[in-house]
């Protein structure tokens, strides 16, 4: 007996990933959605798009203060589940030409508004290279429907990217990990395998839609965000804020495997799209790119680290192979 994984109803974002903060790189197709602004002019907040320079990544936020405090709330994923007494890691990438002219405030607000836990984080800066920012705050009560505000103070300009919240007790402890009692739940079951990504997901609504496992490895900040297939499935139940961030990516998918002693079972792209869909095909002659994408992540599991994708493996924190095996299974 084996478990299948795909994200579906927030099953990822929202849920086994233990992001707490919607939209954290203001890369939805509406930039600021998952966000409300308090506080500002015209103009004193803006989205810049830097696709130029860094496609993964393109968009940050850019905020322009005179004095007079800027808010930055994010809602969650249908609210954030706050406990109480229990640590909450705030992380942010900021970068501010002059050092110390602003700061931030960080709250986590319970579900009438009312404060619960709060810290500050001071930003060096001082220069016009991005910098990361970390602090942690606690929670003085525990709110199923709490939401995260950030306070800008000061006077000049901060550009903010990745803005991220994770409670501290996530599986094995791992910082921007995964929810310790979801995967408690799955290895609990003692499944044989674990497939994963899923079946749909992996084909896409067409094929620039579908799931590419290059991209949802490395630095979190250089995984590309995509539209998740159930944001427009069905008309009828719309979900416009339902995207893929790949913080739960192949790396941490096999590791999952591993953690609970399940054997991976990936599904790669087979150069055919979701027949409902699009029924889009690739032709036979132009499979080359998709016969190396398996290849490669054969290397990836599996490859010495001597190997161009094993070494990608070991500089994420895993020398040792994932120890895939060829067990026959085909869909």
Request: with cysteine; glycine share 12%; charged share 20%.
């Amino acid at each position: 007996m084996g478990c299948f994984f795909e994200d579906i109803n927030l099953g990822a974002d929202g849920g086994i990933y233990a992001e707490l903060v919607k939209n954290r790189s203001f890369e939805f197709n509406k930039p600021l959605m998952g966000w409300t602004v308090k506080g500002a002019k015209e103009g004193d907040v803006l989205v810049v798009n830097r696709k130029g320079l860094d496609a993964a990544n393109p968009r940050y936020l850019h905020a322009s203060l005179s004095g007079t405090p800027v808010g930055l709330l994010n809602e969650g994923f249908r609210a954030m589940g706050f406990k109480q007494g229990l640590r909450y890691d705030f992380s942010v990438m900021y970068r501010q030409p002059v050092a110390g002219v602003c700061g931030c405030i960080v709250q986590l607000l319970g579900a009438g508004g009312d404060v619960i836990g709060d810290t500050v984080l001071v930003a060096a800066g001082g220069d016009t290279a991005w910098h990361k920012g970390r602090v942690s705050l606690h929670s003085s009560q525990t709110d199923a429907k709490g939401k995260m505000m950030v306070w800008l103070e000061g006077s000049g300009v901060i550009d903010l990217d990745m803005v991220s919240l994770f409670p501290s007790d996530t599986w094995k402890n791992r910082p921007g990990g995964l929810r310790a009692d979801m995967v408690q739940k799955l290895a609990d079951l003692k499944p044989g395998f674990i497939r994963f990504p899923g079946g749909c997901i992996v084909e896409g609504m067409d094929l620039s839609n579908r799931y590419q496992w290059k991209k949802t490895i490395g630095p979190i900040e250089d995984r590309q965000l995509i539209i998740n297939r159930w944001n427009v499935e069905f008309p009828h139940r719309a979900t416009p804020d339902y995207f893929q961030t790949f913080g739960l990516g192949f790396f941490e998918y096999f590791q999952l495997a591993e953690d609970i002693g399940a054997q991976p079972l990936p599904i790669l792209n087979c150069g055919m799209a979701c027949q409902f869909n699009s029924a889009e095909l690739v032709q036979l002659d132009q499979l080359g790119p998709y016969i190396q994408d398996a290849l490669d992540l054969v290397e990836f599991a599996n490859g010495d680290t001597t190997t161009k994708w094993g070494r990608v493996r070991a500089s994420m924190g895993h020398p040792a192979p994932f120890g895939l095996k060829d067990d026959g299974y085909r869909e």
